[in-house]
């Protein structure tokens, strides 16, 4: 008698535990704001009028480094916006400074070379490749070196990693509608990609300008601001062609680009004033545009008068307090690249960001 209840109460209690335990976990849903686009445009820093600042990479701290396309100078600015800019260097016998990448912790690469905004044009055979390493813990001045000059060259502009492990490169001609591989160690300079998607439509043209290869990726991405397309080449290891490039999309003035880790691109637009998303698709979504609900630091209208470039922020260690910083967009502006064609600039370039959470 006894055995039977107590078998009985066995079962009855296997037959109450057994669905908890099989029974799937509570689903919990995350809802997400999408706000309604164009997403609004903050200025981080607003610079002098005058100055085109043309490209921009971000630091371990989180803060910007930008170049100027209308000076020979490298700039960091504060990400919060709270300090003031800080002029990291200025690259003697040169007059502009166009693409920056970062390869290795605080290693920047920059170019910089003679280039003209009166007339648009660049001198043949003045462009070379910098290392910048910054040195914060030391406080002392960022240690710049030439890593090559490239006399071939008419204006290169675009730059992006090709190895790290090899300390390779990558380096788009705009003029000549080429890339080279540049062999950081050595100063080697290697002619691995020419095709025909990559040519300015006349000699004062820009071709290809923007370029990025993904990690792990075989394709090279890259914009051409006069045929208004982002297009991609499978490329080898050493990044010579593997076939033919094809176009993506097109888009309206595209510039520089990024991707961010949901493998869409986020693509500024220099002459529209926009940035828009390219995602899996190949659909062009306009993200952020000139106008803007908010206002610069000092009460004027801010947005994206002639975007240059765009890089989203630091990401945050996992074992450190998560911060949003890397799903915000920051933009490097010429201030309107009208103003230069008419010669009446009124406006300076900005950084700027656009906080992307929620629309990825």
Same mark, same amino acid.
Request: hydrophobic share 40%; charged share 20%; net charge positive.
């Given at each position: ?36 686009? #164009?997403?609004? @445009?903050?200025? %981080?820093?607003? /610079? !002098?009028?005058?100055?085109? &600042?043309?490209?921009?990479? +971000? ?81 002392? #001045?960022?240690? @710049?070196?030439? %890593?090559?000059? /490239? !006399?071939?060259?008419?204006? &290169?502009?675009?730059?992006? +990693? ?81 076939? #033919? ?8 003035? !595209?510039?520089?680009?990024? &991707? ?101």
């Amino acid at each position: 008698m006894y055995f039977s209840a107590l078998l009985s109460l066995v079962l009855l209690f296997t037959s109450l535990l057994v669905p908890a335990l099989s029974a799937p976990p509570e689903k919990r849903t995350t809802c997400y704001y999408y706000p309604g686009l #164009p997403l609004p @445009v903050q200025v %981080v820093h607003q /610079f !002098p009028p005058g100055t085109w &600042l043309d490209n921009l990479a +971000v630091r371990r701290n989180g803060n910007i480094l930008t170049t100027a396309l209308s000076s020979p100078e490298l700039f960091e600015v504060d990400n919060r916006g709270k300090d003031p800019i800080k002029l990291v260097h200025t690259f003697a016998n040169e007059t502009s400074c166009t693409g920056i990448t970062k390869m290795g912790m605080d290693k920047f690469y920059v170019i910089a070379g003679n280039f003209s905004l009166s007339n648009f044009t660049g001198v043949p055979g003045s462009w070379s490749v910098y290392k910048v390493k910054m040195r914060p813990h030391l406080n002392r #001045p960022a240690r @710049v070196s030439l %890593v090559a000059k /490239f !006399p071939d060259s008419i204006v &290169l502009n675009g730059i992006t +990693v090709l190895s790290l492990a090899r300390k390779w490169l990558l380096v788009s001609d705009s003029a000549a509608g080429v890339v080279y591989r540049l062999e950081a160690r050595t100063g080697k300079i290697v002619k691995v990609l020419e095709d025909p998607l990559m040519k300015p439509d006349s000699p004062s043209g820009v071709g290809v300008n923007g370029i990025r290869k993904p990690m792990g990726d075989d394709f090279l991405f890259f914009t051409n601001s006069d045929r208004n397309i982002l297009a991609r080449q499978s490329i080898n290891d050493d990044g010579t062609s593997r076939a #033919p490039a094809k176009m993506v999309v097109n888009v309206e003035g !595209p510039d520089d680009f990024t &991707l961010n880790n949901a493998g869409n691109v986020f693509i500024v637009q220099n002459r529209a004033d926009h940035m828009g998303r390219v995602n899996g698709r190949a659909v062009v979504t306009l993200v952020s545009a000139a106008s803007s609900r908010k206002k610069a630091p000092d009460g004027t209208a801010s947005g994206l008068f002639g975007p240059t470039a765009v890089q989203f922020g630091k990401i945050t260690p996992f074992f450190r307090k998560p911060r949003a910083d890397w799903m915000k967009a920051y933009i490097s502006t010429n201030g309107g690249t009208a103003q230069y064609l008419t010669g009446n600039v009124t406006r300076g370039g900005t950084i700027s960001v656009v906080d992307t959470r929620g629309y990825r």
